[in-house]
Nanobody
């Protein structure tokens, strides 16, 4: 199983970032998908999730600024985060969950400059 995130980088405050996660080796369409983030001195935080049926939810700190979507044909889940703030600086991780097992990527760093 491989979970690979991409799309991170340096972004100015007020801008947007689009992160992509490609999952291979599992039944992607049946998996629940989540994006988490972890800042250097913080706990890992749930950013957004999309279920196998397409239902979505957002974490409290990003409500109104985030969109998550999945493409089962491409085995990808995408996270769009808008109106970025320096506090959004973190490593963003993708997680796929299927049949009681979680599969994590290695993360992609998003740095927001003020």
């Amino acid at each position: 199983v491989q979970v690979v995130e991409s799309g991170g980088g340096l972004v100015q405050a007020g801008g947007s970032v689009r992160l992509t996660c490609v999952v291979s080796g599992i039944d992607f369409s049946g998996a629940g998908l989540r994006w988490y983030r972890q800042a250097r001195t913080e706990e890992r935080e749930l950013v957004a999730s999309v279920g196998s049926g397409g239902s979505t939810m957002a974490g409290d700190s990003v409500i109104g600024r985030v969109a998550i979507s999945r493409d089962n044909a491409k085995n990808t889940v995408t996270l769009q985060l808008n109106n970025l703030e320096p506090e959004d600086t973190a490593v963003y991780y993708c997680r796929a969950f299927l049949s009681g097992t979680a599969y994590w990527g290695k993360g992609t760093l998003v740095t927001v400059s003020s």
